[in-house]
């Protein structure tokens, strides 16, 4: 597999704007973004891998048919 060469610039834009949305309301949202920029990223980078992990995010709600809970239960080891 490789990586795509070029991108959907609608549904990117969407996603990104949505991140940049979720950085003014949302506290795991500033966290997130504050751990990646320091690591080192740049502003954009960061939002971006914030876009991508709300995107996961929403894949895993789709593919587990779940609703999104704000503080996702761990499971249990036994």
Do not use: F
């Not at 996961?56 to 593919?63: E, P, Q, S």
Request: glycine content about 2%.
């Amino acid at each position: 597999m490789r990586r795509p060469r070029r991108y959907h610039r609608g549904l990117l834009r969407a996603c990104y704007l949505a991140a940049m949305a979720s950085l003014r309301s949302c506290p795991a949202s500033q966290r997130y973004d504050q751990r990646k920029r320091s690591e080192g990223k740049t502003h954009v980078q960061a939002v971006l891998a914030l876009a991508r992990r709300r995107l996961n995010v929403l894949w895993a709600m789709i593919r587990d048919h779940a609703p999104y809970e704000l503080h996702p239960q761990l499971p249990t080891t036994a």
